[in-house]
């Protein structure tokens, strides 16, 4: 059986929020949801690194790639993945950048449900422990 994964999503759309917290939690995860960059800055702080990250550009205060440049500069907060959300507007450089700028996957909106089962559960096969990986293989 795959561990609980600890997932956070930060976006400032409720719809994207909800859609994510039903399709992460019906996949046996834990999903705490946020549309303030601040306040789930302080959750971070406060209960520690999730191991993914849903983040949604278009913040209020802080923006997305500040909040990259913020999980790159906190040592106990590098274990996170982050997984860009961009909307059908953004281009070509918005993807670069946000790649750049430490997001390890990028997701274009509309959110499809196949597409963030299939991101989770890379997320577990490569993060599993060796020995859990060899054991998936026999």
Known sequence: MERQLRIMVL???????KI???????????VVCFGDPLEALRFLGRYGPADLLFLGMDLP??????????LRGEPLLRSMVP????????????RVR????????VVRK???????????????????????????KG
């Open 11 to 17: 976006d400032t759309s409720a719809t994207s929020r």
């Open 61 to 70: 205060k802080v923006d997305g790639f500040g909040v990259l440049k913020h």
């Open 98 to 105: 946000a790649r750049l700028s430490g997001a390890q996957r």
């Open 83 to 94: 997984i860009v959300l961009l909307s059908s507007r953004d281009g070509i450089l918005r």
């Open 110 to 136: 509309p959110l499809v449900q196949s597409r963030i089962v299939s991101l989770v559960c890379e997320y577990q096969r490569w993060s599993a422990p060796v020995s859990s990986r060899a054991a998936q």
């Open 20 to 30: 994510l917290e039903v399709i992460v939690s019906r996949e046996g995860h834990e």
